[in-house]
């Protein structure tokens, strides 16, 4: 069994910061490229940031600079640093995981983060 366990939301004030973070177990996790998206009401599912296997990062431009993602392969957990949150950041992120041999697609149930006066 594959399972992707999130943690770290809240409720935040805007110009703080938060760290999310997302263990997996059950799959090849040295192996797997991994991301956080994000989805607010209304609004379509959106890539945040990406890490392949190898330690290389993409970022969303909304983000770029202010968020960090990163991986503890010994944990087998990965990480998104939000510093500097904004009111538009708002929304439930997901981590996702793509398995390495068949290419299936895995995802955590999500954890809400609120940034507001």
């Known amino acids: 069994q594959v399972q992707l366990v999130e943690s770290g939301g809240g409720l935040v004030q805007p110009g703080e910061s938060l760290r999310l973070s997302c263990a997996a177990s059950?799959?090849?996790?040295?192996?797997?490229?991994l991301d956080w998206y994000r989805q607010n009401p209304g609004k379509q599912r959106e890539l945040v940031a990406a890490?392949?296997?190898?330690?290389?990062?993409n970022y969303v431009d909304s983000v770029q600079g202010r968020f960090t993602i990163s991986r503890d392969n010994p944990k087998n957990t990965v990480y998104l640093q939000m510093n500097s949150l904004k009111p538009e950041d708002t929304a439930v992120y997901f981590c996702?995981?793509?398995?390495?041999?068949?290419?299936?697609?895995?995802w955590g149930k999500g954890t809400l983060v609120t940034v507001s006066s």
């Open positions: 996702h995981l793509r398995a390495p041999f068949n290419g299936k697609d895995y």
């Open positions: 059950g799959i090849a996790f040295v192996l797997s490229a």
């Open positions: 890490i392949t296997r190898g330690g290389s990062t």
